[in-house]
T-cell receptor, first 114, second 115 residues
Framework: GNSVTQMEGPVTLSEEAFLTINCTYT??????LFWYVQYPGEGLQLLLK?????DKGSNKGFEATYRKETTSFHLEKGSVQVSDSAVYFCALSDPQIFGQNFVFGPGTRLSVLP | DGGITQSPKYLFRKEGQNVTLSCEQNLNHDAMYWYRQDPGQGLRLIYY???????QKGDIAEGYSVSREKKESFPLTVTSAQKNPTAFYLC??????????????FGPGTRLTVL
């Protein structure tokens, strides 16, 4: 079945450091890929998405490129802020699956220190 | 503003009592979902519904029940059969099965504590 794997956290960085959170996926079809962010005590918010190979999603300084050849969708940001401290979830949606076709990764907690 | 509302934000119940968590959306979405999240953990799917009057079990449906009588509402009942109900519950919605590559929109969550 489909699955999403993320790098284990927690990830701790200093303010203005470069961020990479790795995400790889397994899917039978051609999924769309997503990054969600969850701040403490809140629901998940969509951060960015990409619907086909080589698409780049971007939002709030975060970027991720859909790499079909490596089945990856790594999240990057050039300079993190304390306010970026949150849990980040990689996810996929596979249109070839009837029913529940959304799969989340386990999440990666990011802590940014001032 | 369109979105998903969950109420209440915090809920306390005594052990052995059933409790119903509310989820309402005004996004005109066909599909709705319930997830459970334990501290420091990811999301686990409890139930989902792709259309009114229809719903399917997710990975951890035991001890939970749902109904989908209206498109905008998908309440979750945590029954006394759920052995460890204390958790953070998240409701989500999406356009539906005919638009497979679409994102899920989440509510703010309900934190249930069973005393």
């Amino acid at each position: 079945g489909n699955s999403v794997t993320q790098m284990e956290g927690p990830v701790t960085l200093s303010e203005e450091a470069f961020l990479t959170i790795n995400c790889t996926y397994t899917a039978t079809g051609y999924p769309s890929l997503f990054w969600y962010v969850q701040y403490p005590g809140e629901g998940l918010q969509l951060l960015l998405k990409a619907t086909k190979a080589d698409d780049k999603g971007s939002n709030k300084g975060f970027e991720a490129t859909y790499r079909k050849e490596t089945t990856s969708f790594h999240l990057e940001k050039g300079s993190v802020q304390v306010s970026d401290s949150a849990v980040y979830f990689c996810a996929l949606s596979d249109p070839q699956i009837f029913g529940q076709n959304f799969v989340f990764g386990p999440g990666t907690r990011l802590s940014v220190l001032p | 503003d369109g979105g998903i509302t969950q109420s209440p934000k915090y809920l306390f119940r005594k052990e052995g009592q059933n409790v119903t968590l509310s989820c309402e959306q005004n996004l005109n979405h066909d599909a709705m979902y319930w997830y459970r999240q334990d501290p420091g953990q990811g999301l686990r799917l409890i139930y989902y519904s792709q259309i009114v009057n229809d719903f399917q079990k997710g990975d951890i449906a035991e001890g939970y029940s749902v109904s989908r009588e209206k498109k905008e509402s998908f309440p979750l009942t945590v029954t006394s059969a759920q052995k460890n109900p204390t958790a953070f519950y998240l409701c989500a919605s999406s356009i539906g099965r005919l638009a497979g590559n679409n994102e899920q929109f989440f509510g703010p969550g309900t934190r249930l504590t069973v005393l």
